[in-house]
T-cell receptor, first 114, second 113 residues
Framework: DVKVTQSSRYLVKRTGEKVFLECVQDMDHENMFWYRQDPGLGLRLIYFSYDVKMKEKGDIPEGYSVSREKKERFSLILESASTNQTSMYLC?????????????FGPGTRLLVL | GNSVTQMEGPVTLSEEAFLTINCTYTATGYPSLFWYVQYPGEGLQLLLKATKADDKGSNKGFEATYRKETTSFHLEKGSVQVSDSAVYFCALSSGGGADGLTFGKGTHLIIQP
């Protein structure tokens, strides 16, 4: 079974802090994704990565950056956390076989910024 | 751009009732279509998918048919159980490369015994 793990289930940070969210997958997938999930808005794509050291902006990249130094790990960075970044963050990975490939999701990190 | 529209709910049904959750989409090209399910406190799991027109995806008694002429991918189940209570997301994948999924806003389903 594919396993996608996220470093924390819950995080509480203060405004202005630098925040790192880590995601690790164990299936050698090339593609990895970060989404945020908010009530009434569904899931929105923040960033994705085709492969190691490659990254592309998604629909809402402002205030975020990412890092992919190893194939299995994709990090989301909030350079200076703000209260409007309080949300559920979901990581996903996928084999790069095409549009029909399934994305596998981690359990999510619920971030509260005070 | 791409978009997915689905009923948001909550949808409340009695156990053994018939379920339909409507999903319609707008996309360029020929997208792949997915239904994901999120149980309380968990991440999203793939429920079923269809990659071309007229394909039917099915899993755990749930079904959905890719209807290109009506741009729809409605989710159905003949007899729901309390354990089906969850949030259901319709999604599509379109375009080249490693682009992400475009999701609907999710439908909260509540099944009462």
């Amino acid at each position: 079974d594919v396993k996608v793990t996220q470093s924390s289930r819950y995080l509480v940070k203060r405004t202005g802090e630098k925040v790192f969210l880590e995601c690790v997958q164990d299936m050698d997938h090339e593609n990895m994704f970060w989404y945020r999930q908010d009530p009434g808005l569904g899931l929105r794509l923040i960033y994705f990565s085709y492969d190691v050291k490659m990254k592309e902006k998604g629909d809402i990249p402002e205030g975020y950056s990412v890092s992919r130094e190893k194939k299995e790990r994709f990090s989301l960075i909030l350079e200076s956390a703000s209260t409007n970044q309080t949300s559920m963050y979901l990581c996903a990975s996928r084999f790069s076989g095409g549009l029909g490939e399934t994305q596998y999701f981690g359990p999510g990190t619920r971030l509260l910024v005070l | 751009g791409n978009s997915v529209t689905q009923m948001e709910g909550p949808v409340t049904l009695s156990e053994e009732a018939f379920l339909t959750i409507n999903c319609t989409y707008t996309a360029t090209g020929y997208p792949s279509l997915f239904w994901y399910v999120q149980y309380p406190g968990e991440g999203l799991q793939l429920l079923l998918k269809a990659t071309k027109a007229d394909d039917k995806g099915s899993n755990k008694g749930f079904e959905a048919t890719y209807r290109k002429e009506t741009t729809s991918f409605h989710l159905e189940k003949g007899s729901v159980q309390v354990s089906d209570s969850a949030v259901y997301f319709c999604a599509l994948s379109s375009g080249g490369g490693a682009d992400g999924l475009t999701f609907g806003k999710g439908t909260h389903l509540i099944i009462q015994p």
